[in-house]
T-cell receptor
Framework: KNEVEQSPQNLTAQEGEFITINCSYS?????LHWLQQHPGGGIVSLFM???GKKKHGRLIATINIQEKHSSLHITASHPRDSAVYIC?????????????FGKGTKLSVKP | ETGVTQTPRHLVMGMTNKKSLKCEQH?????MYWYKQSAKKPLELMFV???????ENNSVPSRFSPECPNSSHLFLHLHTLQPEDSALYLC??????????????FGPGTRLTVL
């Protein structure tokens, strides 16, 4: 079992729909990252959070430290949101600062 | 140039070739990372450099050899690779290692195919 699990693996939505991607982790963390990877391969950091909730435009990220769970929400989804969304836990112990990655959620938004 | 750049973007090599991947960051960061991304698998950390010193080698085979001449440049030297080494190789940088809440900035990656 991976230390960082994401669900779903694949997600297809219609333009305008509200989208939720989930991430559960089993390690102690100092921060939780959400990343976006477009088909070309480049990765962009969307959020880094250690508690509560953050919002940037149509994207919202939440984290529940007690339940070791985070969600990424996209409101009013658009085809340009189509990408792979990756959750990564910044490991608190062991190799401090290293990120443990989930396998990613491939999102496809249809017009 | 801004951010993190990687060259080449695509590389095809035979198993007996020697090649190098280059990464450059223009962010003034002190930590640099090499990651491997294979199909259907999570990103795997390969190497970490902090202030030009290698601080982590994540059990990577010796056919991959990193080099960090200064805080802005990172190389990955490749020799006698295997077909299973075909993957996307991503470079990243952060302000410094050792702080789990450091945001990492990624390059566009080099798509490597080993024939």
């Amino acid at each position: 079992k991976n230390e960082v699990e994401q669900s779903p693996q694949n997600l297809t939505a219609q333009e305008g729909e509200f989208i939720t991607i989930n991430c559960s982790y089993s390690v102690g963390i100092s921060a939780l990252h959400w990343l976006q990877q477009h088909p070309g391969g480049g990765i962009v950091s969307l959020f880094m959070l250690s508690s509560g909730k953050k919002k940037h435009g149509r994207l919202i990220a939440t984290i529940n430290i007690q339940e070791k769970h985070s969600s990424l929400h996209i409101t009013a989804s658009h085809p340009r949101d189509s990408a792979v969304y990756i959750c990564a836990a910044a490991n608190y112990g062991g190799s401090q600062g290293n990120l443990i990655f989930g396998k990613g959620t491939k999102l496809s938004v249809k017009p | 140039e801004t951010g993190v750049t990687q060259t080449p973007r695509h590389l095809v090599m035979g198993m007996t070739n020697k090649k190098s991947l280059k990464c450059e960051q223009h962010l003034g960061h002190n930590a640099m990372y090499w990651y491997k991304q294979s199909a259907k698998k999570p990103l795997e950390l390969m190497f970490v450099y902090n202030f030009k010193e290698q601080t982590e080698n994540n059990s990577v085979p010796s056919r991959f050899s990193p080099e960090c001449p200064n805080s802005s440049h990172l190389f990955l030297h490749l020799h006698t690779l295997q077909p299973e080494d075909s993957a996307l190789y991503l470079c990243a940088s952060s302000q410094q290692r050792g702080q789990g809440d450091n945001e990492q900035f990624f390059g566009p990656g080099t798509r490597l195919t080993v024939l």
